[in-house]
DNA sequence: AAGACTAGTGCAACCGTTTGCAAAGTCAAG
DNA sequence: CTTGACTTTGCAAACGGTTGCACTAGTCTT
């Protein structure tokens, strides 16, 4: 793949295959199929034709190929807030996929809120051929109703008829409650994410249902936001439950946990274990986070893969590819305190 | 702003503006001018066209706007990792800007090669207003290049003419040093970044310079990407120099030396010292790493407002924006060990 | 040697929006 | 009742590509 010459002639005003069609004494139509046709042409045009192009810098203009085409080349990724950890290697995995297959990649930040989500996408929808909409805030009809304009592939979001990969937390809930159990805890806290996140819905449905298994007492805490800042204010609502563990939406709001817990001096996982979700923070955390893996980059991978099917093929996807997940235990959790209060 | 409405009958081939200009019953030059320059229309026109607008579901076509316009109203970020943790706050507040002054942003990620970034902004250069590189790694001609086709806001990289917002850590790093000095180390490891990284350079040379100030000893290690698993394989070498601090090019490669050094049974900060670099981990390793800050979220602020007010005044900006560092003691540094081999 | 193919190329229409220019209408001043 | 200024609107030509169709030369068939 070439990249930008260094003795073009460009001037400000961009040269257009009209220029190109002067220099190598051919039509545009001419030069238009060098590139998107040349099997059309014969070798020694599409040669000349190249070559003046190439001295001439010419770059094509996408929006006039997108005006002609109706297609546009472009990707979106839309994403609740790119500074959570989950998100970007995910992002990162699509972006390398779809500019390998030639296409470029919007992204869109909603900050969590399903209003800006949808103008998000609804001023995208005017410039890209498909969305990946990663934990979508947006209500299902209106993501439906996108999806009827252009290919959306949800991530972490069940709508059926639409193509979706989806984390499903069981396996690693099921473990992480086998592990607490084994560990002589009788009560947890849940710290529950954004109301509107199918991740969320998922961890809380599949943990009471292990936790009834197990015979566990599970306590909702709700977080708005999960943030770090969410995590170490919560801390006094756990303290209160009087649960010997606490299973956090994912590992930002385990760490702020952890760090409230630090500051009002209690050990873990000593006199309280801790669970994370999402194994975003490796081992970085003090002490090092039991977590539930979650792999994000894996989902970008196929996220990636299904749009890009649906837009070469033109056929619609109803695929529902599901990831597992696993406990990995590491030093947040242990044995539960005796003096249960 | 209002978001896609529900009682839309927009089928699969859009609307356009001649639509809405039978429905109306205007011309559709009027249309486009209830739109773009609806000052010039009468009130009661402009509210009739954009009852029918609303009705009919339309969506201005992008493309055909910007053929005509040779406006596109996207930028692009493009960046070496997304996933490097340095970046996501960054881009975020691009993304923020970018929006609230309608433009919507694409991002790039070159995955640290120099080849792939020109691929990025070559093939995003026809569709994007402007660009905000950070830390790029382009040879300087590209980056000039680039910016004579669309206006180019850099972050942690300094050429001169251009737009540029610039972390600057010599004041984080003459603290650091004077830290060390003060807790009794007198020599000490540098694991530096990517060679074509500004931020390495600036890092190294404000770091060579405060040493020999101080009188302390540097030995620099070379790494190439900078990760986790380079910081982790570093810290052979790092004790074979006998040094009894480390200061790591970024936070990333520090955490990965402190889990380098805890597989090896050194204790951190007794045994040695580590300092990181951007602040990024938060107080989440283990133990909580001293580090030299650096406001991604402020660097990125100051790019977006630099790159929206060229578009908006079409005036080249030659500002050179700098944002100061310093450093924040943590739990990885402490006294110098005195057995000095 | 005539007709049927085929390969290679050009013509011209089209994609949806913007915008310079002109036409038509309104109104007030002379 | 002109006339000039102004307001409101429409006409038509861009913008830079793509693509169906037609045309010209060869090349094959028979």
Redesign the pocket.
């Known amino acids: 793949m070439s990249v930008v010459t260094g003795n073009s002639k460009a001037s400000t005003?961009?040269?257009?295959?009209?220029?190109?069609?002067r220099v190598a004494?051919?039509?545009?139509?001419?030069?238009?199929?060098?590139?998107?046709?040349p099997?059309?042409?014969?070798?020694?045009?599409?040669q000349r034709v190249k070559a003046a192009a190439a001295q001439l810098g010419?770059?094509?203009?996408h929006?006039?190929?997108?005006?002609?085409?109706?297609?546009f080349g472009n990707v979106a990724v839309v994403v609740p807030d790119i500074a959570n950890p989950f998100f970007p290697p995910l992002v990162r995995r699509v972006q390398t996929l779809a500019d390998a297959a030639g296409f470029a990649v919007f992204l869109g930040d909603s900050d969590e809120i399903a209003d800006r989500e949808a103008n998000l996408t609804s001023r995208l929808s005017?410039q890209v051929e498909g969305f990946v909409l990663a934990a979508p805030r947006l209500d299902e009809q209106r993501i439906r109703e996108l999806d009827a304009t252009r290919p959306v592939v949800l991530v972490n979001r069940d709508i059926s008829g639409l193509a979706r990969v989806l984390i499903d937390p069981s396996g690693g809930l099921d473990e992480a409650v086998a592990h607490l159990q084994r560990h002589g805890h009788r009560s947890l806290v849940y710290l529950s994410g954004p109301r509107e996140s199918w991740s969320d819905q998922q961890r809380r449905a599949a943990l009471l249902s292990a936790a009834k298994r197990a015979g566990l007492e599970v306590t909702i805490q709700e977080l708005g936001r999960p943030s770090s800042a969410a995590g170490r204010d919560a801390v006094g609502g756990i303290l209160s439950s009087g649960a010997t563990a606490v299973i956090a939406f994912d590992d930002v709001v385990a760490q702020g946990v952890m760090a409230g817990l630090a500051l009002r001096g209690i050990d873990v996982p000593r006199d309280i274990s801790v669970i994370g979700c999402d194994d975003t923070l490796a081992s970085g955390t003090h002490p090092a986070l039991t977590t539930i893996s979650a792999a994000s980059a894996a989902a970008g991978d196929a996220a990636a893969e299904l749009l890009l099917a649906v837009l070469s093929s033109g056929e619609r996807s109803e695929a529902r590819v599901a990831i597992a997940t696993h406990l990995v235990v590491r030093a947040t959790s242990d044995k539960a305190r005796d003096d249960i209060s």
Chains 1, 2 share one sequence.
């Open positions: 005003t961009s040269v257009t295959i009209g220029d190109i069609a004494g051919v039509s545009r139509s001419t030069v238009s199929r060098a590139f998107s046709r099997e059309l042409l014969s070798a020694e045009t599409v010419y770059v094509a203009n929006a006039a190929r997108a005006l002609s085409t109706g297609r005017a």
